[in-house]
């Protein structure tokens, strides 16, 4: 079974064509002609799509459509409209329905805008479980991602979150979370309702950088007019972060790592020893060890500062997490420009996991603001992305020069597993490694002609 969908019409026949023509490819259909009768299947039943005629008799589709929209439940809704309701039809979609089919509708159409909807629902609810998994058993808001190089990030995170006093260094490029992460580590520990302070490291100057760490005493230089704080004593009892940690100056890092070791520090032009409580988390986007290796970094802070590695994955090396970020990112700027793209077409997802991403997540979140506000139609497509210069030289279209596409690619095989097994889809699906599900999903897609199961 696909997935579960609700029709509402007040005609029994259009009841039955549209819950055949579903059953057919594997949904399990409920069916209402009222009002009353489609709320009380809402309430009692676990739904991914609704299909609602707009006008039900006496009562009005876009009731359902408001009343689904006040539920925490996400499900997708699809209104079929008359010729003289395409304001009703405005109206829905901007009361959260997905699409709107005018009359008279189409099997294919229909079939196609359920196909769609169930997509979009089952990513939504992969999302939901990621999200809803990084927040009870981890509590990482923020950080989507159900690879194995982030699950075993997740993993180390887990297993740091007590020992509150052990410093972390987070190696990764640009773009990839350090900041996310060194977050998720604070409020995961015993230090959670303590300060966290974050500061990047080639900010500081020269001249700065003592005063900002640890403050100073009042007429301990020229505009030294009253006492000030530093940033150490501000994170005492809690967390600080140091951003760039790659980029300390030689003379800073002599002076950071006395205060790792003694655990106390004097503030500019002071003669008192401060003690501090802090736990330490650097992150850099350079290779420390090769920094050591060339002079620019004191070994004895590196091993200082490394008690607790983190290697965050490049973007590209994250495979189906590529997907669930860039949706995330959809709805975001969904909800934040008032707009309605609905997600990335079939050849937009293989772009998107087939490019190297440089900028890593920083550049998918960038990409995807400005798909969201630019393009216009459903879905983000091919086209888009030609435009954003972001075309892997392998995604080639048979267009372009006589190579044939993934997707011609993966029918062919298809059909061909098809033929050797005369047909037997539980056979094929085994043979090609995937489950009859997804088998199914590929000969709808594809409009594969199978003439025996």
């Not at 293989?350 to 979140?365: A, F, M, Q």
């Not at 094929?428 to 999903?441: C, D, M, P, V």
Request: hydrophobic share 40%.
């Amino acid at each position: 079974m696909k997935g579960k969908v609700l029709i509402v019409d007040d005609e029994d026949n259009i009841l039955e064509i549209m819950k055949t023509w579903l059953s057919d490819i594997g949904y399990h259909c409920m069916t209402a002609n009222n009002y009353e009768d489609a709320i009380r299947k809402i309430d009692d039943n676990p739904l991914d799509i609704i299909i609602t005629d707009v006008c039900l008799g006496e009562d009005s589709g876009l009731d359902i459509v408001k009343y689904v929209n006040e539920l925490e439940e996400r499900i997708q809704i699809i209104v079929i409209t008359g010729f003289a309701e395409v304001e009703e039809a405005v109206e829905a979609m901007k009361n959260g329905a997905y699409d709107y089919i005018k009359k008279p509708f189409h099997k294919d159409r229909i079939l196609t805008s359920v196909e769609n909807c169930f997509e979009r629902q089952m990513l939504i609810n992969e999302n939901k479980i990621f999200k809803k998994k990084l927040q009870d058993e981890y509590n990482f808001q923020n950080i989507i991602g159900a690879s194995k190089p982030m699950l075993r990030v997740f993993d180390i995170i887990k297993r740091i979150a007590d020992s509150s006093q052990s410093t972390v260094l987070i190696q990764g490029d640009s773009g990839t979370g350090k900041e996310l992460v060194a977050k998720a580590i604070h409020f995961n520990s015993t230090r959670k309702d303590m300060p966290f302070v974050e500061i990047n490291c080639n900010t500081l100057s020269d001249t700065l950088f003592e005063s900002e760490l640890f403050g100073h005493v009042k007429g301990a230089f020229t505009d030294a007019k009253n006492s000030k704080k530093g940033i150490l004593d501000v994170a005492d009892g809690g967390t600080l972060f140091l951003d760039e940690i790659g980029d300390l100056k030689p003379s800073f890092q002599v002076k950071l790592l006395k205060v790792l070791e003694e655990k106390k520090f004097r503030r500019v032009g002071g003669v008192e020893d401060i003690n501090v409580d802090i736990r330490l988390i650097v992150a850099t986007n350079r290779d420390l060890k090769k920094e050591v290796e060339k002079g620019n970094f004191r070994e004895d802070l590196y091993y200082r500062l490394s008690v607790i590695p983190i290697e965050l994955p490049l973007l590209k090396d994250r495979g189906e997490d590529i997907i669930l970020i860039a949706q995330f990112y959809i709805d975001k700027f969904n909800a934040e420009f008032n707009r309605n793209v609905k997600g990335l077409s079939q050849k937009g997802k293989w772009v998107l996991k087939n490019y190297s991403w440089p900028g890593n997540i920083r550049e998918l979140k960038n990409v995807i603001e400005r798909a969201v506000l630019l393009e216009r139609k459903e879905f983000i497509d091919l086209n888009f992305f030609k435009k954003e210069s972001i075309i892997n030289d392998k995604i080639v279209s048979e267009e372009d020069d006589g190579i044939p596409s993934l997707e011609k690619v993966e029918i062919e095989h298809i059909k061909k597993v098809l033929e050797f097994t005369q047909g037997k889809k539980k056979k094929a699906s085994e043979l090609l490694g995937i489950s009859r599900r997804t088998l199914y999903q590929k000969i709808k897609e594809f409009h594969i002609d199978v003439n025996k199961d």
